[in-house]
Protein backbone atom coordinates (compact mmCIF):
# COMPACT_ATOMS: atom_id res chain seq x y z
CA UNK A 1 0.00 0.00 0.00
CA UNK A 2 3.01 2.48 0.55
CA UNK A 3 4.80 4.32 -2.06
CA UNK A 4 7.05 7.51 -2.54
CA UNK A 5 3.60 9.55 -2.19
CA UNK A 6 2.01 7.65 0.86
CA UNK A 7 3.37 6.09 3.51
CA UNK A 8 1.03 3.21 5.41
CA UNK A 9 1.89 1.26 8.43
CA UNK A 10 -0.25 -1.17 10.65
CA UNK A 11 -0.75 -1.25 14.36
CA UNK A 12 -2.90 -2.41 16.83
CA UNK A 13 -4.07 -0.21 19.98
CA UNK A 14 -6.60 -1.73 22.41
CA UNK A 15 -6.88 -4.71 20.32
CA UNK A 16 -8.13 -2.60 17.88
CA UNK A 17 -6.59 -2.52 14.87
CA UNK A 18 -5.72 0.15 12.60
CA UNK A 19 -3.96 1.70 9.67
CA UNK A 20 -2.44 5.05 9.54
CA UNK A 21 -1.17 6.83 6.40
CA UNK A 22 0.18 9.53 5.63
CA UNK A 23 0.11 10.82 2.43
CA UNK A 24 0.75 13.71 0.21
CA UNK A 25 -1.79 14.87 -2.93
CA UNK A 26 0.06 16.51 -5.62
CA UNK A 27 -1.33 19.68 -6.47
CA UNK A 28 -0.68 18.61 -10.59
CA UNK A 29 -2.94 15.33 -10.04
CA UNK A 30 -6.22 15.99 -11.79
CA UNK A 31 -7.32 12.88 -9.62
CA UNK A 32 -8.05 13.63 -6.08
CA UNK A 33 -7.53 11.70 -3.39
CA UNK A 34 -5.28 10.04 -5.75
CA UNK A 35 -5.03 5.74 -6.16
CA UNK A 36 -3.11 5.65 -3.42
CA UNK A 37 -5.68 6.73 -0.77
CA UNK A 38 -8.53 4.64 -1.92
CA UNK A 39 -6.70 1.63 -2.10
CA UNK A 40 -5.90 2.54 1.68
CA UNK A 41 -9.46 3.04 2.22
CA UNK A 42 -10.45 -0.19 0.43
CA UNK A 43 -8.21 -2.02 2.46
CA UNK A 44 -9.36 -1.08 5.95
CA UNK A 45 -12.86 -1.21 5.29
CA UNK A 46 -12.20 -5.14 3.49
CA UNK A 47 -10.16 -5.92 6.83
CA UNK A 48 -12.66 -4.30 8.84
CA UNK A 49 -9.43 -1.97 10.45
CA UNK A 50 -9.77 1.61 11.76
CA UNK A 51 -8.69 4.06 9.13
CA UNK A 52 -6.58 7.58 10.21
CA UNK A 53 -5.00 8.92 6.97
CA UNK A 54 -3.01 12.51 7.23
CA UNK A 55 -2.37 13.90 4.18
CA UNK A 56 -1.41 17.27 2.16
CA UNK A 57 -4.08 17.54 0.12
CA UNK A 58 -3.66 20.41 -1.71
CA UNK A 59 -7.66 21.17 -2.22
CA UNK A 60 -9.33 23.62 -0.65
CA UNK A 61 -13.08 23.01 0.85
CA UNK A 62 -15.33 24.78 3.23
CA UNK A 63 -16.35 21.30 5.16
CA UNK A 64 -12.83 22.15 6.25
CA UNK A 65 -13.23 25.91 6.64
CA UNK A 66 -11.12 26.75 3.80
CA UNK A 67 -10.38 30.70 3.80
CA UNK A 68 -9.66 30.80 0.16
CA UNK A 69 -10.88 28.06 -2.20
CA UNK A 70 -9.05 28.50 -5.70
CA UNK A 71 -7.88 24.87 -6.60
CA UNK A 72 -9.61 23.67 -10.01
CA UNK A 73 -12.22 21.95 -7.78
CA UNK A 74 -9.80 19.54 -6.23
CA UNK A 75 -11.70 20.15 -2.69
CA UNK A 76 -15.20 19.29 -4.18
CA UNK A 77 -13.81 15.82 -5.89
CA UNK A 78 -12.53 15.08 -2.35
CA UNK A 79 -15.57 16.58 -0.03
CA UNK A 80 -17.71 14.39 -2.45
CA UNK A 81 -15.43 11.12 -2.38
CA UNK A 82 -15.39 12.06 1.35
CA UNK A 83 -19.44 11.58 1.31
CA UNK A 84 -19.76 8.84 -0.61
CA UNK A 85 -17.46 6.65 1.49
CA UNK A 86 -18.62 7.59 5.01
CA UNK A 87 -15.40 9.14 5.87
CA UNK A 88 -14.89 12.05 8.41
CA UNK A 89 -12.54 15.38 8.15
CA UNK A 90 -11.40 15.31 11.33
CA UNK A 91 -10.10 19.35 10.97
CA UNK A 92 -11.86 21.55 13.29
CA UNK A 93 -11.83 25.68 13.65
CA UNK A 94 -10.56 27.80 11.06
CA UNK A 95 -6.29 28.15 11.83
CA UNK A 96 -4.24 27.71 8.67
CA UNK A 97 -2.58 24.50 8.99
CA UNK A 98 -0.17 25.85 5.68
CA UNK A 99 1.45 29.42 6.13
CA UNK A 100 4.42 30.61 3.88
CA UNK A 101 4.53 34.38 4.94
CA UNK A 102 2.53 35.07 1.90
CA UNK A 103 -0.35 32.80 1.68
CA UNK A 104 -2.22 30.71 4.00
CA UNK A 105 -4.64 28.25 3.84
CA UNK A 106 -6.35 25.28 5.34
CA UNK A 107 -5.08 22.24 3.37
CA UNK A 108 -3.74 19.75 5.74
CA UNK A 109 -6.78 17.33 6.56
CA UNK A 110 -7.17 14.27 9.03
CA UNK A 111 -9.10 11.85 7.66
CA UNK A 112 -10.71 8.53 9.37
CA UNK A 113 -13.38 5.99 8.32
CA UNK A 114 -16.06 5.46 11.26
CA UNK A 115 -14.05 3.13 13.19
CA UNK A 116 -10.76 5.58 13.12
CA UNK A 117 -13.58 8.65 13.56
CA UNK A 118 -14.22 6.97 17.01
CA UNK A 119 -10.94 6.77 18.56
CA UNK A 120 -9.19 10.21 17.62
CA UNK A 121 -10.03 13.00 20.00
CA UNK A 122 -8.72 16.74 20.64
CA UNK A 123 -7.71 17.49 17.26
CA UNK A 124 -6.12 20.93 16.77
CA UNK A 125 -3.49 23.06 15.02
CA UNK A 126 -0.60 23.26 17.00
CA UNK A 127 -0.18 27.26 18.08
CA UNK A 128 3.43 28.29 15.50
CA UNK A 129 4.24 29.86 19.76
CA UNK A 130 4.15 26.52 21.38
CA UNK A 131 6.56 24.30 19.29
CA UNK A 132 9.59 25.43 17.30
CA UNK A 133 8.69 24.52 13.61
CA UNK A 134 11.13 24.94 9.97
CA UNK A 135 8.18 24.06 7.66
CA UNK A 136 5.59 26.09 6.36
CA UNK A 137 2.86 23.69 7.43
CA UNK A 138 1.89 24.08 10.73
CA UNK A 139 1.98 21.11 12.86
CA UNK A 140 -1.66 19.08 13.65
CA UNK A 141 -1.94 16.90 16.87
CA UNK A 142 -4.52 14.70 18.17
CA UNK A 143 -4.89 11.80 20.43
CA UNK A 144 -5.91 8.00 19.72
CA UNK A 145 -7.32 6.35 22.57
CA UNK A 146 -10.75 5.14 24.20
CA UNK A 147 -13.96 5.14 21.71
CA UNK A 148 -16.39 8.25 21.93
CA UNK A 149 -19.19 8.16 23.97
CA UNK A 150 -22.00 6.20 22.05
CA UNK A 151 -24.29 9.21 21.26
CA UNK A 152 -21.79 11.36 20.41
CA UNK A 153 -23.48 13.14 17.63
CA UNK A 154 -21.68 14.08 13.86
CA UNK A 155 -23.24 15.79 11.09
CA UNK A 156 -22.58 14.78 7.05
CA UNK A 157 -23.87 15.38 3.67
CA UNK A 158 -25.70 12.86 2.11
CA UNK A 159 -24.67 13.37 -1.87
CA UNK A 160 -27.58 11.00 -2.87
CA UNK A 161 -30.11 13.00 -1.06
CA UNK A 162 -29.45 16.00 -2.68
CA UNK A 163 -32.94 17.95 -4.14
CA UNK A 164 -31.37 18.86 -7.70
CA UNK A 165 -34.29 21.08 -8.37
CA UNK A 166 -33.52 23.36 -5.14
CA UNK A 167 -29.98 23.20 -6.01
CA UNK A 168 -30.91 24.34 -10.19
CA UNK A 169 -32.78 27.22 -8.76
CA UNK A 170 -30.61 28.24 -6.19
CA UNK A 171 -27.79 28.61 -8.34
CA UNK A 172 -29.79 30.05 -11.12
CA UNK A 173 -30.27 32.79 -8.68
CA UNK A 174 -27.30 32.93 -7.14
CA UNK A 175 -25.01 33.47 -10.51
CA UNK A 176 -27.83 36.11 -11.76
CA UNK A 177 -26.35 38.75 -14.53
CA UNK A 178 -25.92 41.13 -11.57
CA UNK A 179 -22.07 39.59 -11.67
CA UNK A 180 -21.89 36.97 -14.50
CA UNK A 181 -22.15 39.88 -17.43
CA UNK A 182 -19.09 42.10 -15.87
CA UNK A 183 -16.34 42.84 -18.06
CA UNK A 184 -13.33 40.46 -17.17
CA UNK A 185 -10.51 41.74 -18.02
CA UNK A 186 -6.99 40.98 -15.81
CA UNK A 187 -6.23 38.18 -13.99
CA UNK A 188 -7.61 39.34 -10.74
CA UNK A 189 -11.04 39.75 -12.70
CA UNK A 190 -11.03 35.99 -13.02
CA UNK A 191 -9.99 34.85 -9.93
CA UNK A 192 -12.78 37.56 -8.12
CA UNK A 193 -15.97 35.48 -10.92
CA UNK A 194 -14.15 32.11 -10.28
CA UNK A 195 -13.93 32.84 -6.37
CA UNK A 196 -18.13 34.02 -6.63
CA UNK A 197 -18.68 30.58 -8.99
CA UNK A 198 -17.30 28.70 -6.55
CA UNK A 199 -19.27 29.81 -3.84
CA UNK A 200 -22.36 29.90 -5.38
CA UNK A 201 -22.16 26.04 -6.41
CA UNK A 202 -21.15 24.96 -2.90
CA UNK A 203 -23.93 27.13 -1.15
CA UNK A 204 -26.23 26.24 -3.80
CA UNK A 205 -25.53 22.18 -2.89
CA UNK A 206 -25.69 23.17 0.53
CA UNK A 207 -29.32 24.45 0.22
CA UNK A 208 -30.09 21.65 -1.49
CA UNK A 209 -28.65 19.23 0.76
CA UNK A 210 -29.08 19.87 4.71
CA UNK A 211 -26.85 18.34 7.00
CA UNK A 212 -28.33 15.58 8.28
CA UNK A 213 -27.11 13.98 12.29
CA UNK A 214 -25.81 10.42 12.76
CA UNK A 215 -24.83 9.18 16.16
CA UNK A 216 -22.15 6.67 16.98
CA UNK A 217 -25.32 4.09 17.73
CA UNK A 218 -26.65 4.66 14.84
CA UNK A 219 -24.02 4.21 13.00
CA UNK A 220 -23.39 0.74 14.53
CA UNK A 221 -26.36 -0.13 13.69
CA UNK A 222 -25.81 0.25 9.47
CA UNK A 223 -22.66 -0.98 9.65
CA UNK A 224 -24.44 -4.61 11.30
CA UNK A 225 -26.57 -4.42 8.59
CA UNK A 226 -24.34 -3.96 5.45
CA UNK A 227 -22.26 -6.76 7.05
CA UNK A 228 -25.70 -9.01 6.89
CA UNK A 229 -26.02 -8.40 3.33
Keep these: LSNEDCAVAQLTIDQQKMIIAS ?13 SIEEVTKYARDHNMALIIGCDANAHNDMWNSPTINDGGRGERLEEYLLINDLTCENVGDTPTFNNGRWQNIIDLTITNATGHDVVNKWHVVPESEVVNSSDH ?19 RD ?13 S ?10 EIVTCEDIERVNHKLNEAIIGSYHTGNSLKKMTNTLRNVRKKKRATH
Design 23 to 35: CYMDREDDRCPPE
Design 138 to 156: NFIRFEVNEKKTKNETRTF
Design 159 to 171: VKKTDWIIFQEEI
Design 173 to 182: RRTSEEWTNQ
